[in-house]
Structure formats: C-alpha cells, structure tokens
Antibody
Framework: QMTLKESGPTLVEPTQTLTLTCTFS??????????VGWVRQPPGKALEWLAL???????RYSPSLKNRLTITKDTSRSQVVLTMTNMDPVDTATYFC????????????WGPGTLVTVSS | DIHMTQSPSTLSASVGDRVTITCRAS??????LAWYQQKPGKAPKLLIY???NLESGVASRFSGSGSGTEFTLTISSLQSDDFATYYC????????FGQGTKVEIK
C-alpha cells in the first residue's frame, strides 16, 4: 500500500524559509523507477507543480520558482524534503507531495496535503 | 513553458448527462496528458494517464482522448459522486496543470 504524508509548519512569516517533509511508504525511491514531487494549491485556486526528484537523483523545478526551491531525498528515511526561500503571503497554499511513475508521467499517489499560511 | 487551457471553467449538468471537458496545450505534448478529479479538501485523484489510459480502479464511465495539443475527458453518464473539479496535466520534462473545470449540479 502506497502512502505519502506531508509535514512541516502551518504558519511561516514573510521572508522566512519553508521546509516541508514528505514521508512515504510502500515504494522505494532508490530502486523503483519513480519520482516524488510537490504540488501546491492556493485557497480556491488551481494546482501548481513545484518540483520533483527522481529515483536516480535527477531533479526538476518549476521554471517560475526554481530560484527559490530545493528538493532533496533521504532514501534511508523514505523522505523527500522541499525548501522554499523568501516566503510571501501569496505562497499561502495547501502543499501536496505525490508520486510519479516513469511509465505514466502522472501523479498516481498523493499525500493528504498540509496548509501553510504565510503571515506576520 | 507549456500552457494548458481548460474549457469550460464551470459546467452545470444533471445526473445521467454526458459531459465533455476540453484541454488545449500551447504546443504539442504528444500523449503526455493526465486527468485528475478533486473534491473539496481532498487530494487530486488520477483518472486518466497518457491521454486515454484509465487508471486502475477508476470507473469505466470516464474516458480520455486526444493527442498533440487537444484533449478531452468524457464522463459518459454523470453520477452524483462525479460532481467535483477536474484538472488536466501535461508532461514534457516538466509538469503543468490546467486551471480546472468545476462540474456542478444543474
């Protein structure tokens, strides 16, 4: 059974750095040909892909946000970590982590999401 | 960057209706197109991948078609559980979502 779950702060002050952790189970990010990525959704708005890391360490970032994002993995802990610098109130959103299978290029398993509010 | 445009933004329909949602890509994405269903407060659910392949466990009333730049999601007979927001998503080395189509009760 594949599961993913996001964890991190619920409130971040403007200009701070956000660090989110995705802890997953049921698959391996070192041997299975998969990737784990992050998608966010501001309240009442559409989904926005942020970043993804593949089983082989290859990393992809949204062109519009790449200067603010870093994605890493810890295969021994089955975790993927996303950091986003210089947070702004417009970054208030629910942040999801999700798995991508190489064969389909779609996100087939998702975490429940975590709401991050940016406010002073 | 590839931009995805969904239409309509909102769709009012009744149970039993045939529903079609369109997604257009700003350039060819071959068949790297997925569709998701999202209900309020929940994570998206993958319905269709590679434009026309039904994800395991998804009801057969959902179908997808298209290639290149134009794609459609069809619900053959709308059920009460299908009232939700639907998103398309492309892959060309990066991922981009459409702006969503809300299917509401007429």
């Amino acid at each position: 059974q594949m599961t993913l779950k996001e964890s991190g702060p619920t409130l971040v002050e403007p200009t701070q750095t956000l660090t989110l952790t995705c802890t997953f189970s049921g698959f391996s990010l070192s041997t299975d040909k998969v990737g784990v990525g992050w998608v966010r959704q501001p309240p009442g708005k559409a989904l926005e892909w942020l970043a993804l890391i593949y089983w082989d360490g290859d990393k992809r970032y949204s062109p519009s946000l790449k200067n603010r994002l870093t994605i890493t993995k810890d295969t021994s802990r089955s975790q993927v970590v996303l950091t986003m610098t210089n947070m702004d109130p417009v970054d208030t959103a629910t942040y999801f982590c999700a798995r991508v299978s190489m064969g389909i290029k779609g996100f087939d398993y998702w975490g429940p999401g975590t709401l991050v509010t940016v406010s002073s | 960057d590839i931009h995805m445009t969904q239409s309509p933004s909102t769709l009012s329909a009744s149970v039993g209706d045939r529903v079609t949602i369109t997604c257009r890509a700003s350039q060819s994405i071959i068949s790297w197109l997925a569709w998701y269903q999202q209900k309020p407060g929940k994570a998206p659910k993958l319905l269709i991948y590679q434009a026309s392949n039904l994800e395991s466990g998804v009801a057969s009333r959902f179908s997808g078609s298209g290639s290149g730049t134009e794609f459609t999601l069809t619900i053959s007979s709308l059920q009460s559980d299908d009232f939700a927001t639907y998103y398309c998503q492309q892959y060309n080395g990066y991922w981009t979502f459409g702006q969503g189509t809300k299917v509401e009760i007429k």
